[in-house]
């Protein structure tokens, strides 16, 4: 997540279509009892939607039970045939990899991948959880970070200018943060980033192009809050490089999207969405 992507950061300003700038969003149920920003009473649906919803229900697990249960021989949908008359077993590119996760790290940064495009994708995962992590909005947080999953060179280069972003009192006021970047009393500040998929769209012996496309959670999550968390999708190009022994980010690029359709879910109240935070861990990440 770039710092231009947040709500209220710049001008801050919406789009006609309620957007922040004039991008569409992944709806929220917003609460309906005033002075819960996170709560608030579900409405009744409709007869018709509710059965609708069951008899959908009922058709996924018919589904799901005649898949489990399906015998036989189906090879012709996990192999072809290969050139010699032999089988060769396809694998999906959304497949997970098999390979074991990365086990060294580098200031709790996953560190030391391998040398190929599935340990590329690994970092570039891994690395886009740290960049969007709460970490960032501390100084010295932030020059580990930038310090580990940069190339040494990029990293030099740019310390200063994310120094400058991540400090500038206007951004840290929009957001809901006090002046040295930390949440007001009795809230909790929340940047996470969960990966959905990577994707390889180049690669030589030493670099790698690597999409990753994923929801963030950005916000402070309390009482009183006036920036609630709330997600929003992204995918994050980056350019990664071999450089002693591991995967470095020589420069990257973001756009929006692709956004699903947002169920119609009533928002978390703010205790609940802060204990969530506190309490649900992290991963380390291996395509």
Same mark, same amino acid.
């Given at each position: 997540?770039?710092?231009?992507?947040?709500?209220?950061?710049?001008?801050?300003?919406?789009?006609?279509?309620?957007?922040?700038?004039?991008?569409?969003?992944?709806?929220?149920?917003?609460?309906?009892? %005033?002075?819960?920003?996170?709560?608030?009473?579900?409405?009744?649906?409709?007869?018709?939607?509710?059965?609708?919803?069951?008899?959908?229900?009922?058709?996924?697990?018919?589904?799901?039970?005649?898949?489990?249960?399906?015998?036989?021989?189906?090879?012709?949908?996990?192999?072809?045939?290969?050139?010699?008359?032999?089988?060769?077993?396809?694998?999906?590119?959304?497949? %997970?990899?098999?390979?074991? %996760?990365?086990?060294?790290?580098?200031?709790?940064?996953?560190?030391?991948?391998?040398?190929?495009?599935?340990?590329?994708?690994?970092?570039?995962?891994?690395?886009?959880?740290?960049?969007?992590?709460?970490?960032?909005?501390?100084?010295?947080?932030?020059?580990?970070?930038?310090?580990?999953?940069?190339? %040494?060179?990029?990293?030099?280069?740019?310390?200063?200018?994310?120094?400058?972003?991540?400090?500038?009192?206007?951004?840290?006021?929009?957001?809901?943060?006090?002046?040295?970047?930390?949440?007001?009393?009795?809230?909790?500040?929340?940047?996470?980033?969960?990966?959905?998929?990577?994707?390889?769209?180049?690669?030589?012996?030493?670099?790698?192009?690597?999409?990753?496309?994923?929801?963030?959670?950005?916000?402070?999550?309390?009482?009183?809050?006036?920036?609630?968390?709330?997600?929003?999708?992204?995918?994050?190009?980056?350019?990664?490089?071999?450089?002693?022994?591991?995967?470095?980010?020589?420069?990257?690029?973001?756009?929006?999207?692709?956004?699903?359709?947002?169920?119609?879910?009533?928002?978390?109240?703010?205790?609940?969405?802060?204990?969530?935070?506190?309490?649900?861990?992290?991963?380390?990440?291996?395509?």
């Amino acid at each position: 997540m770039s710092l231009g992507d947040e709500p209220g950061y710049g001008d801050g300003s919406r789009g006609d279509d309620g957007g922040y700038g004039g991008t569409g969003q992944t709806r929220t149920r917003l609460p309906d009892r %005033p002075g819960d920003v996170y709560g608030g009473a579900r409405r009744g649906r409709s007869s018709s939607r509710s059965l609708v919803t069951v008899v959908g229900v009922v058709v996924l697990l018919i589904a799901a039970i005649a898949f489990a249960n399906r015998g036989g021989d189906d090879s012709s949908s996990s192999s072809g045939t290969g050139n010699g008359g032999g089988t060769a077993t396809r694998t999906s590119p959304t497949a %997970p990899s098999g390979q074991r %996760p990365v086990d060294t790290n580098t200031g709790g940064i996953p560190t030391g991948y391998r040398h190929d495009v599935q340990g590329a994708q690994s970092a570039a995962t891994n690395y886009g959880v740290a960049l969007g992590s709460t970490g960032m909005f501390d100084t010295n947080q932030r020059h580990a970070i930038v310090n580990t999953v940069y190339a %040494p060179e990029v990293a030099a280069a740019r310390q200063s200018d994310l120094d400058s972003a991540y400090s500038s009192e206007k951004f840290l006021t929009n957001i809901g943060l006090t002046k040295d970047g930390r949440a007001p009393a009795g809230q909790t500040f929340v940047s996470r980033i969960i990966p959905v998929g990577t994707k390889v769209t180049s690669s030589s012996t030493d670099s790698a192009t690597v999409e990753l496309w994923y929801t963030s959670l950005f916000g402070l999550s309390g009482n009183g809050s006036t920036n609630p968390v709330s997600e929003s999708w992204f995918t994050t190009t980056y350019q990664l490089k071999w450089i002693s022994g591991d995967w470095k980010v020589a420069d990257f690029s973001q756009k929006d999207g692709p956004v699903p359709v947002g169920r119609d879910q009533k928002a978390s109240t703010a205790d609940d969405m802060t204990k969530a935070v506190e309490e649900y861990g992290g991963f380390t990440y291996a395509r």
